[in-house]
C-alpha cells in the first residue's frame, strides 16, 4: 500500500514537472547559460567536465553553471563550481530558460526540452556490449524491453549533438541510439588530460593529494556492473571475485590497489583486512586521476580499457565469466578475445601470472595493442575539448 502510494505521488511530482518544462520554456532564453551535469548530478567528472574547464578559461562570456543532485553538493562547493540543486525550482528555471543542455547520460522520460535548447549529449564510454536498441535480451529489473526501446528513441530525438569518440562508435550509436542528429567525431574530452597531465610531477602530486604511498607500484582495478545480480531497480550487487588474499600475498611488498566500481554498483565492500593494499576509490571524483596514477590495469568488459590505451601502459583482463557475460547477458560488437589489448585471464592466478611476466620483462605493448590503438584511440590527442567546443558553441 505504502508502496503505491509512493508511486502516485512520484508520478504526479513528475508530470507538475513535464508542465513545469513546457510552461517555463516559453520564457525568453539565455543564450549563452549552459547547465552541464555528470552521472545523475552525482559526479563533476567525464566529458561534461572536461568541456566545462576548456570554456571556463576559454569562453568567459558564457555562464556555466552545474545540475548536482541532493547530497552531492559539497563536491561543487570544493572546486568553488557553480551549481544548482537538481530537481529544485531554481533548477527547473534554469534548464528552461538555458541555451545548451550539456550530460553524459540519458534524461528521464519525463523532460521535455525547450525548442531553444540545444542539447550537447557527451555519452560515457566506447561500446563493447550491446547497447540500448541492439539489446536482445534484458535482465536488468524493471525494465520492458519494448517500453525501454520508445524510451530511449524519444530521449535521443532530443540529442542536437552526440560526441563520438571514434569512427567504429559512430556508426553504433546511429543505430542503438536511433540517433538522427549531429555527430561530434572528435575523440572523449574526457581524455585531454591523459596526453595533458602525463608528467612524473603531476602523478607525483596526485599520489600525494589521495594519500598513497609514492614507494609502491599502483595497479587499478576497474569492473563494471552485471545486468543479472541486482538488488532494486538501479541497485547493483558486485561479487569480488578477485582474491585479496592472494594478491596481497603475492604483491603486498611492491604493489598498492585502487579500487573502482562502476557507479551504478549499489555495494560497501568491507576492505578492511586489507588496510594499507587495497584502497576504495569508487567514490572519487573522477577516474581520469586514477588512470594517471596508476601503473596498471585490470578489468573486465568495462570502457575503462579504450580511456587507458591512451597511456600505452599494461592492461589485464580478468573476465573470469567471460562465456555467461558474453552469451547471455549483453553480447559483444566485436570478438573480445582476439581484440583485447592485453592477456584475457580467469583466474586470481592468471592475474598475478600476467603481471609477473609483465615484471620479468621490459614492457612491450600487447600483441595486437597498435591495431587497437588505432581503430579506437586515433583521433585523442589532448585537443577534443577545443574541437567540441569549436563545432557546438563558438569559435575559439
Known amino acids: 500500500m505504502r508502496k503505491h502510494m509512493l508511486r502516485t505521488i512520484k508520478g504526479i511530482v513528475q508530470k507538475l514537472y513535464t508542465v513545469g518544462f513546457v510552461v517555463l520554456g516559453k520564457l525568453p532564453v539565455k543564450r549563452r547559460l549552459i547547465v552541464?551535469?555528470?552521472?545523475?548530478?552525482?559526479?563533476?567528472?567525464?566529458?561534461?567536465?572536461?568541456?566545462?574547464?576548456?570554456?571556463?578559461?576559454?569562453?568567459?562570456?558564457?555562464?556555466?553553471?552545474?545540475?548536482?543532485?541532493?547530497?552531492?553538493?559539497?563536491?561543487?562547493?570544493?572546486?568553488?563550481?557553480?551549481?544548482?540543486?537538481?530537481?529544485?525550482?531554481?533548477?527547473?528555471?534554469?534548464?528552461?530558460?538555458?541555451?545548451?543542455?550539456?550530460?553524459?547520460?540519458?534524461?528521464?522520460?519525463?523532460?521535455?526540452?525547450?525548442?531553444?535548447?540545444?542539447?550537447?549529449?557527451?555519452?560515457?564510454?566506447?561500446?563493447?556490449?550491446?547497447?540500448?536498441?541492439?539489446?536482445?535480451?534484458?535482465?536488468?529489473?524493471?525494465?520492458?524491453?519494448?517500453?525501454?526501446?520508445?524510451?530511449?528513441?524519444?530521449?535521443?530525438?532530443?540529442?542536437?549533438?552526440?560526441?563520438?569518440?571514434?569512427?567504429?562508435?559512430?556508426?553504433?550509436?546511429?543505430?542503438?541510439?536511433?540517433?538522427?542528429?549531429?555527430?561530434?567525431?572528435?575523440?572523449?574530452?574526457?581524455?585531454?588530460?591523459?596526453?595533458?597531465?602525463?608528467?612524473?610531477?603531476?602523478?607525483?602530486?596526485?599520489?600525494?593529494?589521495?594519500?598513497?604511498?609514492?614507494?609502491?607500484?599502483?595497479?587499478?582495478?576497474a569492473p563494471t556492473w552485471r545486468d543479472d545480480q541486482f538488488y532494486d531497480k538501479g541497485k547493483y550487487k558486485f561479487r569480488l571475485a578477485l582474491d585479496l588474499d592472494k594478491m596481497q600475498e603475492a604483491l603486498g611488498k611492491d604493489y598498492i590497489i585502487l579500487l573502482r566500481l562502476h557507479y551504478l554498483v549499489a555495494d560497501h565492500l568491507d576492505l578492511s583486512d586489507y588496510h594499507g593494499f587495497v584502497y576504495d576509490f569508487s567514490k572519487f571524483e573522477d577516474i581520469r586521476g586514477l588512470y594517471l596514477l596508476s601503473d596498471l590495469l585490470i578489468t573486465d568488459y568495462s570502457s575503462v580499457f579504450f580511456d587507458y590505451a591512451n597511456l600505452h601502459r599494461p592492461m589485464i583482463f580478468f573476465a573470469y565469466d567471460l562465456d555467461q557475460y558474453r552469451d547471455h547477458l549483453r553480447g559483444f560488437y566485436f570478438d573480445y578475445e582476439k581484440k583485447a589489448p592485453g592477456p584475457i585471464v580467469q583466474t586470481t592466478d592468471g592475474v598475478l601470472q600476467a603481471i609477473h611476466t609483465y615484471e620479468r620483462t621490459e614492457y612491450r605493448p600487447w600483441p595486437n595493442f597498435e591495431a587497437f590503438y588505432r581503430q579506437f584511440c586515433a583521433l585523442e590527442n589532448g585537443s577534443s575539448s577545443q574541437q567540441v567546443v569549436r563545432r557546438v558553441f563558438k569559435k575559439v
Open 36 to 221: 552541464f551535469e555528470s552521472f545523475f548530478g552525482r559526479q563533476y567528472s567525464c566529458n561534461p567536465r572536461a568541456i566545462y574547464e576548456y570554456m571556463h578559461v576559454h569562453c568567459p562570456d558564457y555562464q556555466l553553471i552545474w545540475s548536482a543532485a541532493r547530497g552531492c553538493e559539497q563536491i561543487f562547493e570544493k572546486h568553488d563550481i557553480p551549481y544548482v540543486r537538481r530537481y529544485s525550482l531554481r533548477w527547473l528555471l534554469f534548464m528552461t530558460r538555458a541555451g545548451y543542455w550539456v550530460t553524459n547520460i540519458r534524461y528521464p522520460d519525463w523532460f521535455r526540452k525547450p525548442a531553444h535548447t540545444i542539447f550537447l549529449q557527451t555519452w560515457h564510454g566506447t561500446p563493447l556490449k550491446r547497447l540500448a536498441l541492439d539489446i536482445e535480451e534484458w535482465h536488468e529489473p524493471g525494465v520492458v524491453a519494448g517500453l525501454y526501446k520508445k524510451q530511449f528513441k524519444r530521449d535521443s530525438a532530443m540529442w542536437d549533438y552526440l560526441i563520438s569518440p571514434n569512427h567504429y562508435s559512430s556508426k553504433i550509436f546511429r543505430r542503438a541510439f536511433g540517433f538522427k542528429g549531429t555527430l561530434v567525431e572528435s575523440g572523449y574530452p574526457r581524455n585531454d588530460i591523459l596526453y595533458q597531465a602525463n608528467r612524473p610531477a603531476e602523478i607525483e602530486q596526485l599520489k600525494k593529494e589521495c594519500g598513497l604511498p609514492r614507494d609502491r607500484k599502483v595497479i587499478l582495478y
